[in-house]
Every structure is written in C-alpha cells, then in structure tokens.
C-alpha cells in the first residue's frame, strides 16, 4: 500500500505542515506521523477523513503510488478526476520504448493474455512482450496489439492482431466504437461499446457476431481501454452476398444439381 508516502505527497502539495493537517483532521500530530512514517496504520474512519478532505478514494490512496504520476495526472485527482469514483482520466500505464526514446507497440498474443490480465501494470512483464512499430500511426498516442480469439467479432477473423489506442478518459469513448477491454473478470475482449458510464457506471458490450448476447461491465471491473485502430489478418473476411445475389445463386446451383441429376439418370 501507498498510503504513507502519499500522505506526504498530498499534505506537501497544500502546503500544510503536519500540525496544521493534523489540526484540520482533528487528530494528533504525533498520530499523523505515525502514519506517514509508516508507524501505524489507519483505520477506516481515518481512511475516510483523509478521502473526504482530499476528495480522493480510498482505493486511489492505498493502491496508486502517486510518486509515479506526473503532474498533469496528480492535478486531476485532486480537481476530481479519480478512475475508481468517476472512470475519468487516471491511468498508470507500464510501456516500453525503443532506442530512439519512441514508444513501442507491445504484442500480446493468445498465450500472453492470462499473464497480462494480472500483469498488466507489471513494467518486467510488459517489458518481455514482443514488440514491433507502425510508421504511419501517431507518435503523441500509446498503441498495444491484442490477438484474438474466436468468431465473437467475425467479420474480423478468428486470429487477427487488433491494434487498440490507449485511452485515458474512458468517458470519451463512443457509444459503437470498437475497444480492447480489460477487465477482472472477462479477461481481454474485443467489443462495440454503449457507454453507459456517466448515468449507469457501466459499459454494455456488443459482439459483430449476431449470435452472441451483449452483456455488461460495471466500470470498477475494468482496468484498460484501448480504442480500435487497425487490425492485421492473413485471413480474408467471407464475402458479403446481398440477399438478390444471394438468391440467384442459389437458383443457380439448383439449377446444376437438376442438370446433374438428368444426366445421372440417363
């Protein structure tokens, strides 16, 4: 947990010595130090007086190691943009770059992705992931490349490379885009979205394969986004037959199967 050093970060940023921090939190200076010093621990009570004064989770102050943000990112958790309140624009991202300070577009293929799904965040274990780099896509945005599974999203086979574009604010993101999610329970799928997460705190998720269900997936249970961008396949997608092709067609080959069968029975 992060708690102490965050404390320090957040008291320092005010400002405030620790009198006077101890003093606006109605508690002793000697307890306050104790918690930063990582001397004792705070109880819930204490967790939500410092959560209320400043206005950050609690989750954001245990798990986020704020020494690792920049300052853009610390300026919007404390002007309200928490990821584990509102899904806004917090997001800890482990990358790579190549020799030339670039960043890379990490692989994560069918085997990887049980590892990522707990590795995600992990810098050594994104460090090891195959990489490789895209000229003609941007070099202001942070692109990863997913390989999928399965006919959820035909026409895009089973197999392909989706290449997804980071996203910071998950409140940005359209309803019928096409996204990369990570989530806890689901694992890494690629879905049309319906971005319910300003009225319902979720996203309804919708396959291009018409047999599968939509289902949903409450924001708290996701932990990335990364919009579509491309998708690479040595696969080409069957063919569309419109329905009065589709209908001559089949006129057609009755009529060869009854060509056929005159010819079988002479």
């Known amino acids: 947990m992060y708690f102490n050093s965050n404390m320090k970060i957040l008291r320092k940023r005010r400002g405030k010595t620790q009198d006077e921090l101890a003093f606006a939190l109605d508690m002793k200076r000697s307890t306050l130090s104790g918690y930063e010093n990582k001397v004792a621990e705070p109880g819930l009570e204490i967790l939500l007086k410092f959560s209320d004064y400043f206005g950050i989770a609690i989750d954001t102050l245990l798990k986020v190691d704020m020494s690792l943000l920049g300052e ?5 958790l404390e002007h309200g943009q928490d990821v584990f309140i509102s899904g806004s624009k ?3 991202l482990a990358t790579t770059v190549n020799n030339e300070n670039k960043e890379n577009i990490e692989m994560v293929n069918e085997k990887a992705k049980a590892g990522y799904t707990n590795g995600f965040s992990d810098p050594e274990f994104i460090s090891e992931l195959p990489v490789f780099n895209l000229p003609f896509l941007s070099g202001n945005k942070k692109y990863r490349t997913f390989q999928l599974n399965g006919d959820s999203m035909l026409p895009i086979p089973d197999k392909s490379w989706v290449t997804g574009e980071f996203v ?3 409140r ?7 996204c990369v999610i990570l989530t806890l ?4 799928v690629f879905k049309i979205i319906e971005n319910k997460i300003a009225e319902e705190g979720k996203l309804t998720l919708f396959s291009l394969n018409p047999i599968y269900e939509p289902f949903d997936v409450e924001v708290r249970d996701i932990r990335e986004i990364w919009r579509f961008t491309h998708y690479i396949s040595s696969d080409i997608p069957e063919p569309y037959i419109p329905q009065s092709d589709l209908t001559k067609t089949v006129a057609h080959i009755k009529k060869e199967m009854n060509i056929l069968k005159s010819r079988i029975n002479r």
């Open 72 to 76: 853009s990112q610390i300026y919007q």
């Open 90 to 92: 917090l997001r800890v």
């Open 168 to 170: 910071q604010d998950w």
């Open 172 to 178: 940005e993101v359209k309803s019928g885009d096409a």
């Open 185 to 188: 329970n689901e694992g890494i």
